[in-house]
């Protein structure tokens, strides 16, 4: 087996490798992740208008954006957006309904025992448990400086 050197390999690498379009990406992420938080923002609004308060018109909006987000990750839909807009979906709470029922339509077939709902947080689960115990390490900061 041949080996190559360091500087040859990144030669090689620089080579094949093509230039990612950068302001163009930048551009297509910051429309869709505006145009999702305009969408949020309008169901914000909808639900206010309702009589609904602060508490419950963020919740509600979360839950409408996590539905939308999951019932387009279902029909395949939501993929394709995320193709174009790379990180544009993943900003906002829609990237992460995505990333918790992607893995639930990629293992359907397996059962809903042993494929969905074992499969359902292979990709979120570990943001869950860190995002957890995080938060429990800040508390106990928090508490016993008296902050």
């Known amino acids: 087996m041949k080996t190559i050197s360091k500087k040859e390999y990144s030669r090689l690498v620089k080579k094949h490798s093509?230039?990612?379009?950068?302001?163009?990406?930048?551009?297509?992420?910051?429309?869709?992740?505006?145009?999702?938080c305009t969408i949020g923002q309008a169901f914000r609004n909808f639900y206010f208008s309702k009589g609904l308060d602060t508490n419950l018109?963020?919740?509600?909006?979360?839950?409408?954006?996590?539905?939308?987000?999951?019932?387009?990750?279902?029909?395949?839909?939501?993929?394709?957006?995320?193709?174009?807009?790379?990180?544009?979906?993943l900003v906002p709470i829609t990237g992460f309904a995505n990333a918790?029922?992607?893995?639930?339509?990629e293992f359907k077939t397996e059962g809903l025992v042993l494929g969905t709902?074992?499969?359902?947080?292979?990709?979120?689960?570990?943001?869950?448990?860190?995002g957890?115990?995080?938060?429990?390490?800040?508390g106990l900061i928090y508490y016993f400086l008296g902050a």
Do not use: E, H, W
């Open 132 to 138: 957890t115990i995080s938060s429990i390490i800040a």
């Open 18 to 36: 093509q230039n990612s379009p950068v302001f163009t990406d930048t551009l297509k992420a910051f429309v869709v992740g505006g145009i999702i």
């Open 117 to 130: 709902a074992s499969r359902m947080f292979v990709v979120a689960g570990p943001v869950i448990a860190y």
């Open 100 to 105: 918790v029922v992607s893995p639930c339509m």
């Open 57 to 89: 018109t963020g919740t509600a909006t979360c839950i409408s954006l996590i539905l939308i987000a999951s019932i387009l990750t279902a029909l395949n839909i939501f993929d394709k957006i995320a193709k174009f807009a790379g990180a544009g979906t």
